[in-house]
């Protein structure tokens, strides 16, 4: 479902952008924080979105150069955990492991808006918008010491496997924007994190008999989702009246 996501953000994205055949340019400069809530998707929380979600936070920059089209740079913090003793599957309550990790999220991306925004313009007040770029992000996960002792016991212990602690993701994402006034807008968005390891959890680590505690098929997921509040910083160049731009 997150993959044909992706492709139809990605193919609607490029097509409006051909699509476009007035131009709307023009120079904007917001600074923004961010907040909101973050959660997992992987081996301990397979398909429950917005599950055991936890506290995010963030700042970012955004630069405009046309109504439909701006430039986003940002860091967010949070934690995201997982629990199988809240699942309802046999396996996993057997399993019963529990994880913890500490995420500190950089991403720059590009977004489109549906229909023309402006802060401070009264004619282009609000818009839904697409968006979508490359992140990084530094993760630090720690595995509870009391759950998933029995298992362990019976499989012989866990097998360990070092990989980077640092790591690029794909940020993509879907949200609508709002003006407050001449230098103020307020957004809400959900934004999934693509990334390219099973090991957030920690849990696709073999037992020592050879028996898999995850699905090593499958990558793990982390999700991003809250509201925004953005300060128009002064103009960097004054607009010219009576040229179609305002």
């Not at 492709?7 to 120079?27: D, E, H, M, V, W």
């Not at 940002?74 to 492991?97: A, H, M, P, W």
């Not at 016991?153 to 993701?169: A, C, D, E, F, Y």
Request: net charge positive; glycine share 10%; proline share 3%.
């Amino acid at each position: 479902m997150l993959k044909k996501l992706i492709s139809y953000l990605f193919c609607l994205f490029i097509f409006s952008g051909f699509a476009q055949t007035k131009k709307r340019n023009f120079r904007q400069r917001e600074i923004g924080v961010f907040a909101g809530g973050a959660y997992y998707i992987g081996d301990l929380n397979p398909r429950g979105h917005f599950a055991l979600s936890q506290k995010a936070f963030g700042a970012f920059y955004r630069y405009s150069t046309h109504y439909r089209y701006a430039f986003r740079f940002g860091f967010n913090s949070t934690y995201v955990v997982g629990d199988d003793s809240k699942s309802i599957e046999l396996d996993q309550l057997e399993r019963n492991l529990y994880f913890k990790s500490k995420i500190y999220d950089f991403n720059a991306i590009a977004e489109f808006n549906f229909v023309d925004y402006r802060i401070g313009n009264n004619k282009h007040p609000f818009t839904m918008f697409i968006f979508g770029g490359l992140g990084s992000y530094f993760f630090n996960t720690k595995l509870s010491q009391e759950q998933g002792l029995q298992s362990e016991k019976i499989h012989g212990g866990v097998s360990t496997k070092k990989h980077p602690l640092l790591q690029i993701n794909m940020p993509f994402g879907v949200g609508f924007k709002l003006n407050i006034g001449k230098k103020f807008g307020i957004s809400l968005e959900w934004s999934p994190r693509k990334l390219f390891t099973d090991y957030l959890d920690e849990v696709s680590l073999e037992y020592n008999d050879g028996y898999m505690r995850g699905n090593p098929r499958t990558k793990d997921w982390y999700f991003l989702y809250g509201g925004t509040l953005t300060f128009k910083l002064p103009d960097i160049k004054k607009p010219c009246h009576g040229n179609g731009f305002e």
